[in-house]
């Protein structure tokens, strides 16, 4: 392993994923027997876990509730690795948890989302963290925090630091139309993209006109995930397809998540993002062949990879 590099801090969602496999298929108003499983989640806690695992220091910033599982997550977290920067515990609110209820097969049944903690963030918490902040040179942000944290965080960096984000969903996207124009680097799948353009997306056509349109927002540049089309990559004057990589799916959760650190990490080690791109294709492929969000494989990840 290289000696670790302070890079990257990471803020935004990091929780409990509990995953909950029926043994046969749903039944409402029933008990179902399930086989039960948990482990860390949350966009911002697989990108930092993911960077750490690519031979990157990272941190991570989020928060959680004066419980056992606030204490678990945190101890886990320093445990791994992680640099943790712990905003003042919520009295009010629990730790957020995601529960996927999954039928035999792994197909979703439903999900059960508590994630209200995360819409109380204020901005004020972070005024303790100023120099713990600015030691890091790259910051990456999820929608999960509240629109207003995401707007002082961007008014606080010096223009030094890079700053990456995540649109993460549908419902979520729209949080960073005010801070686009203060991206280095956005990304977004072809259904978050069609919402923070307002353009329906059914082509490679309409993909790259939105693509240029994103980056006419003032977004330096864009990463736009599509699945088995791949990925394309956008600055004002230019974009690039990158083909997807063919691959034995085991699970796709995370994928995305990885594709990020992989990029920031080539970022983090000095290579432009479009060259850095290929290190995030080539971690979400790893993760791919892999269950779960984060995969200990990235470890094996090799700059040689990126080229030049």
């Known amino acids: 392993m290289k000696t670790k590099i302070k890079s990257v801090l990471c803020i935004g969602a990091a929780h409990w994923d509990v995953r909950s496999q029926c043994h046969t298929k749903v039944q409402q108003g029933t008990s179902n027997p399930v086989t039960v499983s948990r482990y860390p989640g949350g966009v911002a806690h697989n990108v930092a876990m993911n960077l750490n695992r690519l031979g990157i220091d990272s941190g991570l910033l989020s928060y959680w509730g004066q419980d056992v599982a606030g204490d678990a997550l945190e101890q886990k977290f320093s445990a791994d690795g992680l640099d943790v920067l712990s905003l003042p515990r919520s ?63 961007s008014d606080q960096r010096v223009p030094e630091q890079f700053l990456a984000a995540d649109a993460v969903s549908v419902a979520k996207a729209r949080k960073l139309e005010r801070i686009i124009n203060r991206l280095d680097i956005l990304f977004c799948n072809v259904d978050e993209a069609s919402v923070l353009t307002e353009k329906e997306i059914k082509t490679e056509t309409d993909i790259v006109t939105s693509g240029f ?16 089309h791949g990925a394309y990559f956008f600055k004002k004057e230019n974009y690039k397809h990158f083909p997807a990589i063919k691959v034995d799916v085991v699970d796709v959760t995370g994928a995305g998540d990885s594709l990020i650190a992989g990029t920031l990490s080539g970022i983090s080690m000095g290579y432009t993002p479009e060259v850095a791109l290929k290190r995030g294709l080539d971690a979400a492929r790893i993760t791919l062949k892999d269950q779960g969000a984060t995969s200990e494989n990235l470890r094996d990840l090799s700059m040689d990879v990126i080229g030049s």
């Open 91 to 153: 009295v009010d609110f629990s730790t957020a948890t995601y529960t996927a209820v999954l039928q035999p097969d792994g197909e979703l049944a439903f999900g059960l989302a508590d994630m209200e903690i995360y819409d109380q963030v204020r901005p004020e918490m972070f005024k303790n963290l100023k120099e713990r902040l600015s030691g890091y040179p790259i910051w990456f942000v999820d929608t999960n925090m509240p629109v207003d944290v995401l707007l002082a965080l």
């Open 213 to 228: 349109e994103l980056t006419s927002r003032g977004a330096k540049s864009v990463v736009i995930s599509a699945g088995l």
